[in-house]
């Protein structure tokens, strides 16, 4: 039996990382404190660029996204990512209910998505790690949750994002929504990452 996770928002929370990126970007701007940007973005469920765009009238998509993806996944940003789940409940997931743990996440950079697997000590979990790249035309995830169904019975595919949502859906695979600090797009359905892997062990 396989279970396939999400990184971002998922395993770990990014929105600090986001917030320092937004503040090198834009520093001579009267940017929200991290308090204001965390309650705002995830009440109203805002990208990051409709967030700036608020200070930012005239700042394109095209300009945002050249500025921000080049150093989102920066080692100098990654340092401010910070556990959500706990390792001890992944460990018993390997060892004790002898799962097989899969990571699919969207990362540009895969180096430094392997090296801060292994600061936050996630490396050693997982059987498969997949970085695969955003596209805003098709859902990459979908093809590899395909691939992965072929190898695997799936019994779980924990993330806090439609996307998510949407490559288990396609592929037929429970899709366990997590809690996210940016938006809430599952409402009461989501849940803590610990709260959905205590029911797998519990079960």
């Known amino acids: 039996m396989a279970i396939v996770f999400d990184l971002d928002e998922t395993l770990i929370s990014t929105s600090y990382r986001q917030y320092s990126v937004l503040c090198a970007l834009f520093p001579d701007l009267k940017l929200s404190n991290y308090n204001d940007y965390e309650i705002l973005r995830f009440k109203k469920s805002l990208s990051n660029y409709k967030w700036v765009s608020k200070y930012i009238k005239e700042l394109s998509r095209e300009l945002y996204i050249g500025l921000y993806t080049p150093i989102i996944e920066n080692p100098k940003y990654l340092k401010h990512d910070s556990l959500k789940v706990d390792l001890n409940l992944l460990e018993k997931l390997v060892y004790h209910e002898k799962k097989k743990l899969i990571l699919v996440s969207l990362r540009k950079n895969e180096k430094n998505g392997l090296d801060q697997l292994k600061n936050l000590k996630l490396f050693p979990y997982f059987s498969e790690i997949h970085f695969v790249k955003h ?63 205590n029911k797998i062990i519990n079960e």
């Open 135 to 197: 596209n805003e035309l098709v859902n990459p995830k979908v093809d590899v949750i395909r691939k992965l169904k072929s190898k695997y019975n799936i019994e779980g595919y924990i993330g806090d994002s439609f996307i998510d949502f949407e490559a288990a859906e396609i592929n037929n695979v429970p899709f366990l929504p997590v809690h996210s600090t940016i938006h809430d797009t599952f409402g009461e359905k989501a849940k803590d990452v610990n709260h959905w892997i």
